[in-house]
């Protein structure tokens, strides 16, 4: 034959991989959400992956990391697949015995889905079946050419013929995937319910000052747009959860245990609070920390009616996916107003960042705090349950650390001899950025010029202006103090497994 039979065979285990692939992507749109096996094999993987791996992604890939996540699954099960293909033959038929151990793989990450039922199964047998049938079809048909090396039609070069074979099935397959993806959207999508809800009329956060932002220098937003918001969680598909179908339950070391519905938050007292949220994740000068208007209820009223025991000293959040947050007991009913929210600068939550409710605790990193569409809450203790990062080797309760970022300059700028204003943000939340200070090269620490402070719990923007007049390359480097007195710390540390700390540092150029 003029192609290689190997290749054609890899092909093969391509084209049925894409057609299972397909098949359960398309009928798992007439389940629940649960029967995707995709998802649930790729958060099999994440839940599997160690901690500092897990890291390395959020590090090198930032807010992209789902998507390397979903590509490398399916390229290595499209890899696995084509070597499998290679040895399938009808006396040893290794390719089928693949995957039919490929699909009970899939189908123990389906039924380990929190809410996953017996039948959510089925995508994923219908998938392996028709992978199945592909594969031997078309192995077949490259064995039966190998035996003969003869075609109807001599002008014919029957590896092409095969080749175009096994393309349209593989397109076919991939058809339906996105079939598939488009029907599930449609089906389960609660972006109609979303836009439905309006969010409860609230006492408005007292008015952002005009000079809250320094002038001369762009910086970012001091609110930042839902749409440049950043988003780290374990979800690789985003959950979908229906305000009908919100349930929240307060359980554990309390005398009794309580259930709200979404409808029976409106008996309590809305909030509207400015916060900035960060990511512990977020290196030293890094993006992953935002700041956002949270409209929602404070997670004190919610757990007063529960009778908390005194020696509960953690809530264990639970979102719907799975996904365990521990928080103490202390930053959830204080002075800071923890919220469980619903709103988002003035519109209801957007879908992947929680809608319809999540918390948010001024003061905490993320990973201990700010769980997305959660559903449980239970009162615990540190000394008896770890939720999800902390059983990785992250530490137990987050406070957020004294940090600054320098947005202006960016790091290898060319600056104009003359006039310059550099810039940047500072947050210490819970405590509030009483000064920032700069350094030009190795010389002396000046004070920048200080947006007007707003909250102790959300960000401030800071300025400060420099005159270049020696040419070459130069650094510029910033620290924070924070209402406490705190002075950002010099010494490096990466964000495992409490937060990053370090003085951010910039390298430009005068031309």
Not at 409 to 414: I, M, N, W
Request: contains cysteine; charged residues 15%.
């Amino acid at each position: 034959m003029a192609q290689s039979t190997t290749g054609l065979r890899m092909s093969a285990g391509v084209a049925a991989a894409a057609v299972a692939l397909g098949v359960v992507q398309l009928t798992a749109a007439f389940f629940s959400p649960a029967a995707d096996a995709r998802t649930a094999v790729g958060t099999a993987v994440i839940n599997m992956t160690p901690g500092p791996v897990k890291e390395w992604a959020i590090q090198t890939f930032g807010t992209a990391d789902k998507l390397f996540l979903s590509v490398s699954v399916i390229a290595v099960i499209g890899v696995l697949a084509a070597v499998a293909a290679i040895w399938e033959r009808s006396r040893i038929p290794a390719g089928t015995l693949a995957f039919v151990a490929a699909a009970v793989a899939g189908c123990a990450a389906v039924l380990a889905v929190p809410g996953a039922r017996g039948v959510d199964i089925i995508p994923t047998l219908l998938g392996a079946v028709c992978g199945i049938a592909v594969l031997r079809f078309l192995t077949g048909r490259i064995t039966a050419s190998e035996a003969t090396e003869t075609t109807e039609d001599a002008d014919v070069d029957p590896g092409r013929r095969l080749s175009l074979l096994t393309l349209g099935i593989g397109g076919l397959g991939l058809l339906s995937g996105v079939a598939g993806a488009v029907t599930s959207r449609r089906l389960h999508s609660v972006s109609g319910d979303r836009e439905s809800f309006a969010v409860p009329s609230a006492p408005p956060p007292s008015p952002i000052p005009a000079d809250v932002t320094p002038q001369g220098v762009q910086l970012p937003s001091f609110i930042t747009p839902n749409k440049e918001f950043y988003r780290i969680d374990t979800a690789l598909s985003v959950p979908q959860l229906a305000r009908a179908d919100f349930r929240l339950r307060i359980h554990g070391m309390v005398d009794r245990e309580v259930n709200y519905t979404f409808d029976d938050l409106a008996k309590f007292a809305p909030i509207t609070k400015t916060v900035t949220l960060t990511c512990v994740s977020n290196p030293v000068g890094g993006n992953l920390i935002s700041n956002a208007t949270w409209t929602g209820y404070r997670v004190a009223d919610l757990l007063r009616d529960s009778g908390i025991h005194p020696d509960a000293d953690m809530v264990l959040s639970t979102s719907i996916d799975g996904f365990t947050a521990g928080t103490p007991v202390e930053a959830l009913t204080d002075a800071r107003e923890s919220m469980l929210a619903i709103g988002m600068n003035g519109v209801p939550l957007p879908v992947e960042h929680g809608y319809p409710a999540r918390l948010v605790v001024p003061g905490l990193y993320g990973y201990v705090s700010a769980t997305k569409w959660v559903v449980d809450l239970e009162l615990t203790r540190f000394d008896r349950a770890q939720a999800y990062w902390t059983k990785l080797g992250w530490s137990e309760r987050g406070p957020i650390k004294t940090e600054s970022r320098i947005d202006v300059p960016r790091d290898g700028q060319k600056v104009a001899k003359g006039p310059v204003t550099f810039g940047g943000v500072a947050w210490a939340q819970n405590r509030g950025v009483k000064g920032v200070e700069v350094r030009i090269d190795d010389g002396p620490w000046q004070p920048a010029q200080l947006g007007a402070a707003y909250s102790k719990d959300a960000w401030r923007l800071w300025s400060f202006p420099w005159t270049a007049t020696q040419g070459g390359f130069h650094t510029v480097t910033a620290r924070a103090t924070d209402n406490t007195g705190a002075v950002q710390t010099e010494d490096q540390a990466p964000p495992a497994p409490d937060g990053a700390t370090g003085w951010p540092t910039v390298s430009f150029e005068v031309a």
